[in-house]
């Protein structure tokens, strides 16, 4: 089992460029995340599945829009990049969505954005 | 305001000394406490969960303590290896049906040979 796979690894974008992040997991994991992580900063929830066709805001969702693709496949996109976007992304999974529900992340995306 | 907070922000000990590091947190209510390791350029892995009953955890060489009251907990690291170089994170859940996580921003340890 590969886990949580994300692509790409690595990604520069200028301001008002649009891409989208990938996240795959093979567990079939039900709930589905995405956080972004900052210097000095713990990870902060941007959005998350709690299941195949609902998606809900997290703390910091603006900017961002997700698609919950399917069971497996959970996207995060960017419309119009802006520096403070600047940061790692990771995608998590967990069976369910309960406090003893372990996430499992992936091993993030490092964007630049200038 | 749910707030984690770690202690030292940085580490570093030499191979085969025994370490601790130190969370405390402010959030409520209070479900679990979790902490993780992340190697660089890793995501997350969890080393040990903690309930509100629970004092101690072990996961190998890696000890987690949990004062519920004084709402502190502690991760000892025993015969540190360089493999332990690593951030290592907490995070507490808010209550036990809640996906929520708050994570403090982590110890940033260093093994030297």
């Known amino acids: 089992n590969a886990g949580v796979t994300q692509t790409p690894k690595f990604q520069v974008l200028k301001t008002g460029q649009s891409m989208t992040l990938q996240c795959a997991q093979d567990?079939?994991?039900?709930?589905m995340y995405w956080y972004r992580q900052d210097p000095g900063m713990g990870l902060r929830l941007i959005y998350y599945s709690a299941s195949e066709g609902t998606t809900d805001k997290g703390e910091v969702p603006n900017g961002y829009n997700v698609s919950r693709l399917n069971k497996r496949e959970f996207s995060l996109r960017l419309e119009s990049a802006a520096p403070s976007q600047t940061s790692v992304y990771f995608c998590?999974?967990?069976f369910g969505r309960g406090a003893y529900n372990e996430q499992f992340f992936g091993p993030g995306t490092r964007l630049t954005v200038l | 305001k749910n707030q984690v907070e770690q202690s030292p922000q940085s580490l570093i000990i030499l191979e085969g000394k025994n370490c601790t590091l130190q969370c405390n947190y402010t959030v409520s209510p209070f479900s679990n406490l979790r902490w993780y390791k992340q190697d660089t350029g890793r995501g997350p892995v969890s080393l040990t969960i903690?309930?509100?009953?629970?004092n101690t955890k072990s996961n190998g060489r890696y000890t987690a303590t949990l004062d519920a009251d004084t709402k502190q907990s502690s991760l000892h690291i025993t015969a540190s290896q360089l493999s332990d170089s690593a951030s290592y994170i907490c995070v507490v859940s808010e209550s036990d049906s809640s996906y929520k996580l708050i994570f403090g921003s982590g110890t940033r340890l260093l093994v030297r040979p």
């Open positions: 998590a999974s967990s």
């Open positions: 567990m079939n994991h039900n709930s």
């Open positions: 903690m309930t509100f009953s629970e």
